[in-house]
């Protein structure tokens, strides 16, 4: 009896020994379990931090912060558990956000967020891309007769700002203004109307000079252009209309010239065969269009806002750009239209190309500073750049 008492015993020990080795092995895969989780949600949370550093990065980032030389990273934001004293994202977490030149004109952008020991990093390939080919959103469409060198690369999902245009700046009153002979002004001014059949000198010196007109003509081979050997712009603000068939700016001042209208009035560049017109600086619109026509001969860059199926039309033997001197068309909400034995050297950032019976020839040749940003009017810089797929 004492002898199954005793086994009775051992196995009852042996029993609670089992139960225990298995409750002590639960409770410890429980324990792993649970770490386990509290580590994912940690990583999980550290990766959103990464995700939104990143973002921000995108969002936030103007063009002139990226690094030009060097492969050494660019602190964008370093919170302090990295060993920053930036607290601007304190909401968002612990983060660290850096941009790397990778080559010329390739960076990384990297984000690193921590949740306890948690880190995660994800980062952004960014690769510029300067119009070196023909950026359309919408629709291509040529004639037969069409001569393309080479032909443009319709590219979709394509996303351009549109241009802000400034205030009209408050100047002095000047009254009307008629040149038929050698003029010169030095000084920034309103005038009511400005009609130059002579040569006009626009002098700004060595700061921007502002011209402020009710109408703008240029005609009867008049010619308008920058004297001095200063480095300030001539900007001139049209509050009505444009019409410009005498010869505006030079190839040699393409960049200090601007003429901003205002108005929702047709710009026109071009008028007879003898009286052609010719353009070397920015003209920039809000909502008007802009018509080249007859010969005329531009450098430099052509921007508007117009939503028109012509927003930009070149016609009849104009030369637009040179094979050293590009022009730049812009219109993101609108139609560029080339036909009738014109002519283009140069880059179309449009929604809509139409080439008829003409000539497209790609031209990468942007004159600084439009190279490689885009500088509109207002002070705005727009990049012209692709954010590339996450590596």
């Known amino acids: 009896m004492s002898n199954q008492k005793g086994s009775a015993l051992v196995l009852v020990l042996m029993t609670v020994a089992a139960l225990l080795i298995v409750g002590v092995s639960l409770v410890s895969a429980s324990t792993v379990e649970f770490r386990s989780a509290i580590n994912q949600s940690h990583s999980t949370q550290a990766f959103y931090v990464a995700e939104a550093g990143l973002n921000w990065a995108r969002r936030t980032m103007v063009p002139a912060s990226l690094p030009t030389s060097g492969n050494t990273p660019h602190i964008l934001y370093r919170s302090i558990a990295f060993g920053g004293d930036n607290t601007a ?4 977490g612990e983060l660290d956000v850096t941009v790397t030149r990778i080559a010329d004109g390739r960076w990384e952008l990297r984000s690193t967020g921590l949740q306890h020991q948690a880190r995660r990093t994800v980062s952004w390939h960014i690769t510029q891309k300067v119009p070196t080919n023909h950026q359309i959103e919408d629709e291509f469409s040529d004639h037969p007769k069409a001569d393309l060198r080479p032909v443009p690369e319709g590219e979709s999902g394509l996303t351009y700002p549109s241009v802000t245009l400034p205030q009209l700046p408050a100047e002095t009153d000047r009254g009307n203004l008629t040149v038929s002979t050698a003029t010169t002004i030095a000084a920034s001014g309103h005038y009511n109307n400005l009609t130059v059949n002579g040569p006009l000198t626009i002098t700004p010196g060595n700061t921007d000079l502002n011209i402020v007109v009710n109408t703008l003509v240029v005609s009867n081979n008049g010619s308008l252009v920058i004297g001095g050997t200063g480095t300030g712009r001539v900007i001139i603000h049209v509050i009505r209309s444009v019409d410009l068939h005498g010869t505006v700016g030079s190839t040699t001042t393409v960049n200090r010239l601007q003429v901003i209208q205002h108005g929702d009035r047709t710009v026109n560049i071009g008028g007879t065969p003898t009286d052609p ?115």
């Open 277 to 391: 017109g010719h353009f070397h600086g920015t003209l920039i619109t809000n909502v008007a269009t802009i018509r080249i026509d007859h010969s005329a001969t531009l450098s430099g860059l052509l921007i508007t806002n117009s939503t028109e199926r012509e927003a930009i039309r070149i016609r009849n033997d104009a030369s637009v750009g040179t094979a050293t001197e590009g022009v730049l068309f812009y219109a993101p909400n609108g139609r560029v239209d080339i036909d009738n034995h014109s002519s283009v050297f140069g880059v179309v950032v449009a929604n809509d190309l139409n080439v008829g019976y003409a000539t497209l020839t790609l031209n990468r040749i942007i004159t600084t500073p439009f190279f490689p940003f885009v500088s509109f009017g207002g002070g705005a810089t727009y990049p012209v750049s692709n954010w590339n797929e996450r590596r």
């Open 89 to 92: 994202l304190a909401e968002i």
